[in-house]
């Protein structure tokens, strides 16, 4: 390595190490900001899906739907119908446009890389105004902490990180739903050599350990929903991590099940958008969602 090289080697890892983000102790949490724009959306735990199918003006059109159900929700959630289309810069301004109704917006990327990679990415949706990301936990244990560490430790934004622990479409069984021997750590000896558990389970209890701001569990999956919440409410005592659950209406869910079997939030697309009345529709779910609770 040249003189020169190694200079700009070691500057850019300073740089890098200087980019390591020290967040005051008063930045809100994305379940605080979460919260405060329930408040000030009259109890709506609707999280809408912006999922846009392909046209042009997609960001105009994102743009309209959030003048138009603004009042009804309490953030969008972005994923590859918009992320993949529009620019950083057209995705920065539909964040801005959502901030300025006071919502929060979620990059439904369902990260599932390498942390440096998962790093990088959650760096570049951080500066696309993003307030949280979903991830996979099929990452690992270690790598699932490190990288939603980094993500909450980003600069001035103190990003969250929603773990999927069980998905809503159909075949989602075949996996979530697996059976899976325990991993025994080198050098050690399984207690039990024949238990298993169910691949969900394992992911829920990862996405706890990591300090995940919320899970995914499927509308679909109304059992399923109330035991992570009977096993969160368990491990911690009282909440700290939100239960996300999509599936309503298109996907064959019930959003007023969702929320009583312990959802903290729904997330809704298409039942909402391409509804007659779509307004009418968000204000429905507003409704259900702001008055339905979880009763163990
Ligand atoms: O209400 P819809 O079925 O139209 O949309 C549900 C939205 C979609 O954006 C889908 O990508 O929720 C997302 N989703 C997620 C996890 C999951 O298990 N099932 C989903 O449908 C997420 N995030």
């Known amino acids: 390595m040249s ?11 300073k740089d890098q190490t200087a980019r390591e983000p020290i967040l005051a102790a008063s930045t809100p ?23 846009l199918e ?8 994102a743009c309209s739907i959030i003048d138009a159900l603004a009042c009804y929700i309490c953030s969008i959630k972005i994923n590859m119908h918009l992320l993949l289309p529009l620019s950083m810069d057209d995705i920065k301004h539909v964040n801005d ?7 929060q917006s979620i990059a439904d990327i369902k990260l599932n890389d390498i942390p440096s990679t998962n790093k990088v990415t959650i760096d570049y949706l951080a500066d696309s105004g993003f307030d949280a990301l979903t991830i996979n936990p099929i990452i690992g244990l270690d790598a699932l902490n490190d990288t939603i ?13 929603i773990a999927l622990v069980y998905m809503s479409h159909k075949s989602a069984e075949s996996s979530y739903g697996m059976q899976v021997g325990a991993v025994v750590p080198e050098g050690q000896h399984a207690q039990n050599p024949t238990s298993s558990t169910s691949l969900y389970r394992i992911f829920l209890e990862w996405a706890l350990t990591s300090n995940a701001d919320g899970i995914v569990v499927g509308a679909t999956r109304p059992e399923m929903i109330r035991e992570c919440r009977a096993y969160m ?5 009282y909440r700290v991590t939100a239960l996300f ?22 997330i809704v697309g298409r039942s909402i ?7 009418k529709e968000a204000s429905r779910l507003a409704k259900i969602s702001s008055s339905s609770s979880y009763s163990s």
């Not at 392909?54 to 059109?61: C, E, G, M, R, T």
């Not at 560490?149 to 990003?159: N, S």
Request: aromatic fraction near 8%; include cysteine.
């Open 3 to 13: 003189d020169e090289w190694r200079r700009d080697y070691n500057q850019g890892n």
């Open 29 to 51: 949490t994305f379940l605080k900001r979460l919260s405060r724009s329930v408040e000030e959306h009259d109890g709506s735990r609707v999280v809408l899906a912006l999922d």
């Open 54 to 61: 392909p046209s042009n003006a997609l960001v105009d059109k």
């Open 97 to 103: 446009y959502a901030h300025s109704y006071g919502l």
């Open 149 to 161: 560490h980094h993500a909450h430790g980003r600069g001035g934004v103190c990003m969250g990180a």
């Open 233 to 237: 409410v368990g491990k911690h005592g």
């Open 245 to 266: 659950s999509p599936g309503s209406g298109a996907q064959g869910g019930d959003p007023s099940i969702a929320l009583k079997s312990g959802a903290d939030y729904i």
């Open 273 to 279: 958008l391409y509804a007659d009345d779509p307004v």
